[in-house]
């Protein structure tokens, strides 16, 4: 079973918050992911980074901006919350080697902002 | 821009048949191949790494990859109601690159 976690599952929120999304993983992995998904659509790649202090925007502008100050830890921050971020956000890892580099998932925020 | 690509389906397959989904990748150096399975509303989960030109069989799936094509797929014996999901197939490209994901294969098997 893989070893990250997304905290909240859930977040159901008003226009204009802050709000931060939390994503640690305890495999040591180099390289963390952001995605945002629709039901029923694919997945879109938002920010990338493959190690401390290392971070890039994905194939999909967002508002949202990330930080990686600690291998393990991979937040990510809407500063004013709107209808159209109503979405589920995935994060991930994968290791920076040869073999055994697939992607592992956290379970998931679904955001609904209000 | 490196690419995997995909279509999206859906692939409609009776009960007990032999589902086929396929993938194509435009770097020719890249080094792993995934398939995940996703569920409606739920994270995608690894069934299948492939490393290695040839086949590799798990179980009711097996996965095979051609380099000299830039193809990999995924077959699925005895296909049941329960493999009804989306279908993504994912490559690393190697050193600092990310894996990189198709849009994923709709699965529909019909009892």
């Known amino acids: 079973e893989a070893d990250i976690y997304q905290t909240p599952r859930y977040l159901v929120i008003g226009t204009g918050k802050k709000i931060t999304l939390e994503c640690s993983q305890t495999?040591?992995?180099?390289?963390m992911y952001w995605y945002q998904q629709d039901p029923g659509m694919e997945l879109h790649l938002i920010h990338y980074?493959?190690?401390?202090?290392?971070?890039e925007k994905g194939d999909l502008s967002s508002e949202s901006t990330v930080s990686r100050i600690r291998t393990e830890h991979f937040p990510l921050t809407l500063e004013s919350a709107r209808p159209s971020h109503t979405s589920q956000y995935l994060c991930?890892?994968?290791?920076?080697?040869?073999?055994?580099?697939?992607?592992?998932f956290g379970q998931g925020t679904r955001l609904t902002v209000v | 821009q490196k690419e995997v690509e995909q279509n999206s389906g859906p692939l409609s397959v009776p009960e007990g048949a032999i589902a086929s989904l396929n993938c194509t990748y435009s770097?020719?150096?890249?080094?792993?191949f995934f398939w995940y399975r996703q569920y409606s509303g739920k994270s995608p989960e690894l069934i299948m790494s492939i490393y290695s030109n040839g086949d590799k069989e798990d179980g009711r799936f097996t996965a095979q990859l051609n380099k000299a094509s830039q193809y990999v797929s995924l077959l699925i014996r005895d296909s049941q109601p329960s493999d009804s999901a989306t279908y993504l197939c994912?490559?690393?490209?190697?050193?600092?690159?990310?894996?990189?994901f198709g849009i994923g294969t709709k699965l529909q098997v019909i009892p």
């Open positions: 994912a490559v690393n490209f190697g050193g600092y690159q990310k894996v990189t």
């Open positions: 495999m040591g992995h180099d390289k």
């Open positions: 991930a890892s994968s290791a920076d080697r040869v073999i055994n580099t697939e992607a592992f």
């Open positions: 980074s493959y190690g401390v202090n290392s971070t």
């Open positions: 770097d020719r150096g890249s080094q792993s």
